[in-house]
């Protein structure tokens, strides 16, 4: 039985200057340098939507939603799901890939992980 259950993951988009929030530490100085076009996030949102996620939130990165099944087949991972104080949590087995008719902004796909806490 196929699970309806909702998985939640950021797009990772790159900007013109072919940085992205996955490749560098941004401060609010340096946003700019990560931003992508808004023409190049609007194809993203546009493709996934087509894919048939839902886009949550679009910025510097997309806040998608999608069902398990649904990352498994268009990015060609499979995702082990795990518990961490009593959080469900998604781990691919190996990076996703991007898709060829995907637009040329979208980088990555990241799944939420558990927070870590220091003393």
Do not use: W
């Amino acid at each position: 039985m196929e699970s309806t259950e909702r998985i939640y993951a950021q797009v990772v988009l790159q900007a013109p200057s072919g940085q992205s929030a996955a490749s560098t530490t941004a401060t609010a100085e340096q946003v700019d340098h990560v931003r992508p076009i808004k023409a190049a996030t609007e194809q993203a949102v546009d493709f996934m939507k087509k894919a048939g996620f839902r886009v949550e939130q679009a910025g510097i990165t997309l806040s998608v939603s999608g069902t398990k099944q649904q990352f498994e087949s268009v990015f060609g991972i499979h995702l082990s799901a795990y518990e961490q104080a009593g959080q469900t949590y998604y781990r691919p087995d190996h990076p996703a890939l991007i898709p060829a008719t995907a637009p040329s902004c979208l980088q990555t796909i990241v799944f939420a992980e558990p927070r870590q806490y220091f003393n």
